[in-house]
């Protein structure tokens, strides 16, 4: 984890000085700073607010570590300060409603970033459906369209759900694929992938295939097949994110490809979104999906990833 977003962990937020005096403040509440997804967003969050507003912008950062209370209580403070914009990560999309609406109450708008937010004024996200299809048709012509996959799951909240639907989507046109789990939950992390690979692989030693529902837990599910001495698994994913790049660079590796998400896209877009409602412009959209690609080991070379654009 970057140590710019240490002292923003706690449960309750800390505003900086600089903040409190700033004209227009944004607050952002992200599921979890270890993932490099949401470091990435949070770096990229803070780089557009300074290229659209100047030095007149401030953000602020916290993480809910996906725990609801701890998320309410952040949009709390936000509200208690004088914040014009929370861009939002929800822990649960829909129990985060009655936070949401007090903040808008209070006339603060609310972005949801990545995963829904009932009551957000606007959301933006990966079109996560469409990310999860093509990771898993990918997949399943890898597979040769014959054999047993697992589908390594994560946190139930609507991105990472949604690309398990467009998973089972996909793989419903290959009969002769059968998915024999698809609800163990890693976190959405390396260590869970871990964890969960470790169980997969003692309730069905000879898996032919495997989706996880983000990058960390891809490598943490390869570590995990590799020391295992099993044989090769082709593995997709979804993210894009730097670490995966160097995987798909690497002939060993199981890891065969990953749908992209664009982390700052959704930045730049949530920035820009808000900072028009504060103006009293009315969107264009309620709902933006950015839509994903697939990175492979055969066009890694080409790929401009995370930052890069």
């Known amino acids: 984890m970057k140590k710019r977003f240490s002292l923003f962990l706690g449960a309750f937020l800390l505003l900086p000085p600089a903040f409190a005096e700033s004209p227009i403040q944004i607050g952002v509440s992200l599921?979890?700073?270890?993932?490099?997804?949401?470091i990435t967003l949070a770096e990229q969050v803070e780089l557009a607010a300074k290229r659209v507003g100047g030095k007149q912008m401030r953000v602020a950062v916290v993480s809910s570590a996906y725990d609801l209370q701890r998320q309410i209580r952040q949009i709390e403070e936000f509200t208690s300060q004088p914040v014009q914009l929370i861009i939002l990560n929800a822990a649960d999309p829909v129990a985060i409603e009655p936070a949401v609406d007090k903040a808008k109450d209070k006339g603060i708008k609310v972005i949801a970033v990545d995963v829904n937010a009932t009551g957000a004024d606007i959301t933006i996200t990966t079109d996560n459906i469409m990310a999860g299809?093509?990771?898993?048709?990918?997949?399943?012509?890898?597979?040769?369209?014959r054999g047993s996959m697992a589908i390594l799951n994560g946190p139930p909240v609507?991105?990472?759900?949604?690309r398990t639907t467009g998973c089972l989507q996909a793989i419903a046109h290959f009969p002769h694929i059968k998915v024999v789990s698809k609800d163990k939950n890693g976190g959405g992390s390396k260590e869970g992938g871990v964890a969960k690979m470790t169980e997969l692989l003692a309730n069905y030693p000879d898996l032919d295939g495997l989706f996880t529902i983000n990058d960390p837990t891809a490598i943490g599910a390869e570590m995990v097949i590799k020391q295992m001495g099993k044989k090769r698994i082709p593995i997709y994913s979804v993210d894009g994110a730097?670490?995966?790049?160097?995987?798909?660079?690497?002939?060993?590796?199981?890891?065969?490809?990953?749908?992209?998400?664009?982390?700052?896209?959704?930045?730049?877009?949530?920035v820009e979104a808000g900072l028009q409602l504060i103006k009293g412009k009315a969107p264009s959209k309620r709902i933006i999906l950015i839509p994903p690609t697939l990175i492979t080991k055969q066009n890694i070379a080409s790929y401009k990833g995370w930052g890069k654009r």
């Open 31 to 38: 599921s979890d700073l270890g993932n490099p997804f949401f």
């Open 133 to 145: 299809k093509m990771a898993c048709e990918a997949l399943a012509k890898k597979m040769k369209g």
């Open 158 to 162: 609507s991105s990472i759900i949604e």
């Open 242 to 270: 730097p670490t995966i790049e160097e995987r798909l660079k690497d002939p060993t590796s199981m890891i065969e490809g990953s749908a992209t998400q664009s982390p700052q896209m959704m930045a730049k877009l949530a």
